[in-house]
């Protein structure tokens, strides 16, 4: 496989979780140990790869919505390596000078996304990690207008952070600090269809690469839509949020899916 050799300073030998998601998406900026987990996955539930591809629509049916209701900004947090339809592509297509800020906790993603986006019109790319939301805001309201609606995607990151970090207080902390109208749009990893499947994925996951994944139930994932106004149908399996076609079963979906809008502080009108 003829590959990019990868950035100075990143060792190929460890497994990232980007690049394991890039793998099982048909990516080409993945190296052997992210193969092998990938791999691995794929023993245990034979669904992971349609799951991650399934996931990847989702991100693009989200972004399209959301710059259909006429939001032009996106901060996209834990972006992860760069493939088709970026979102910067997506939401550009609808509107030709809409602002994306891409945010990552990996050296190597970051280094891709500034190679590969960072040349792109107002787009930019910003190294941080989502346990530190005040940092990414700073360099968000550098970037994007705070003083119109600005759309957050958390897509596949949130189950990378533990309940000892509080996720649900990070999306707290970004959720208000966006003006009213704004949206947040998320995807979280489920054990909801299958708990023993889920629960060794998860382990093996966790032993096997760089980063530590967590499960968790609809419930849990509905609480990242508190004081937000939930875009139909709310809290779904992504293969039934919004289809462009028929659904898939939702075995293909080891994913829940949602997008929330921010209130107006006035009526709609």
């Known amino acids: 496989m003829n590959q990019r050799p990868p950035p100075p300073g990143i060792d190929a030998s460890v497994p990232s979780p980007a690049r394991i998601y890039d793998s099982l998406i048909g990516g080409k900026d993945n190296y052997a140990a992210d193969r092998q987990v990938a791999a691995r996955l794929m023993e245990i539930n034979p669904n992971i790869q349609s799951s991650a591809i399934e996931n990847r629509a989702f991100l693009g049916r989200a972004v399209r919505y959301i710059a259909g209701q006429g939001v032009d900004q996106f901060l996209d947090i834990g972006t ?9 592509q ?23 996304a500034r190679a590969l986006l960072g040349k792109a019109p107002n787009v930019s790319v910003l ?20 003083d119109r609606p600005v759309a957050v995607l958390l897509i596949a990151v949130l189950h990378f952070i533990p309940d000892a970090d509080d996720p649900h207080a990070l999306v707290r902390r970004l959720r ?22 889920g629960d060794t994925a998860t382990a093996e996951y966790s032993r096997m690469s760089s980063a ?16 937000l106004e939930p875009v139909e149908p709310g809290v779904e399996f992504i293969t039934r949020w919004r289809p462009d076609g028929a659904p898939r079963p939702p075995e ?3 994913f829940y899916g949602a997008v929330g809008r921010k209130p107006l502080n006035n009526a709609d009108g």
């Open 176 to 197: 208000d600090a966006l003006p009213p109208g704004s949206y947040v749009a998320v995807s979280h990893t489920t054990a909801d269809l299958g708990a023993e499947t």
């Open 90 to 112: 997506v939401a550009q297509a609808f509107h030709a000078d809409a602002r994306v800020l891409y945010v990552d906790y990996d050296p190597g993603v970051v280094a891709h």
């Open 212 to 227: 530590q994944a967590v499960h968790r139930d609809r419930a849990a994932i509905a609480r990242f839509m508190d004081g």
């Open 252 to 254: 293909h979906a080891v």
């Open 127 to 146: 190294e941080a990690d989502l346990r530190d939301p005040d940092t990414i805001l700073d360099e968000a309201r550098r970037t994007l207008d705070f």
């Open 80 to 88: 992860g390596l760069p493939t088709r339809e970026n979102v910067h």
